[in-house]
């Protein structure tokens, strides 16, 4: 989570010392920079080859309040081979979830052409890949927005399938942004 730093307060309180408020201010700022929360992947590529969904540990909150939060999930994938989909989605890492809904857009190819395979995920145990992947070893982009809402504190992650047990990969990039909003 985000916050403005004691250095940043102390430059603020000095250019505005005619304004009484200045810390109320920066306490609302704060307050507001808090409900966003992004986790951005730092790493060159993580291969996963199994059917299951696995957490994504780059694309994992810090542990986070009870609330109802918004997602926005920019992934950028590649696939081993176009016969070889895979599936993305919002899941619990140490967080219990309750109502978790999302859709998610996945670039596809079907018979040489290019096409938007979409799927809507209605709980945590939406098990939904595509079948195809635009081109093999090359990157393309999957994107999930949705809501899930968190009923015991925790880590909440983007969880990653393939197709079968060739490999896909999540790259360097790609990101989870979340909003508190209840």
Do not use: H
Not at 130 to 159: E, K, P, R
Not at 173 to 178: A, E, H, P, T
């Amino acid at each position: 989570m985000s916050t403005i730093s004691n250095d940043a307060r102390q430059r603020f309180r000095q250019k505005l010392q005619s304004i009484e408020f200045a810390d109320e201010i920066v306490d609302g700022l704060n307050e507001f920079l808090n409900r966003f929360i992004l986790v951005s992947n730092e790493f060159e590529s993580n291969d996963w080859n199994t059917a299951t969904y696995s957490n994504v540990t780059e694309l994992t909150t810090e542990s986070i309040p009870i609330g109802t939060y918004i997602f926005n999930c920019y992934a950028i994938c590649q696939s081993t081979a176009t016969a070889v989909g895979m599936g993305l989605r919002m899941g619990s890492g140490t967080a219990v979830l309750g109502a978790t809904f999302g859709k998610w857009n996945i670039t596809q190819s079907a018979n040489g052409i290019g096409s938007n395979f979409e799927y809507d995920q209605l709980s945590t145990a939406t098990n939904v890949s595509s079948t195809a992947a635009s081109a093999a070893n090359t990157d393309f982009l999957i994107t999930g927005t949705g809501v899930v809402t968190v009923t015991t504190a925790g880590t909440v992650a983007v969880q990653i399938r393939a197709e079968n047990a060739n490999n896909v990969s999540i790259r360097i990039g790609s990101n989870l942004f979340l909003k508190r909003v209840a």
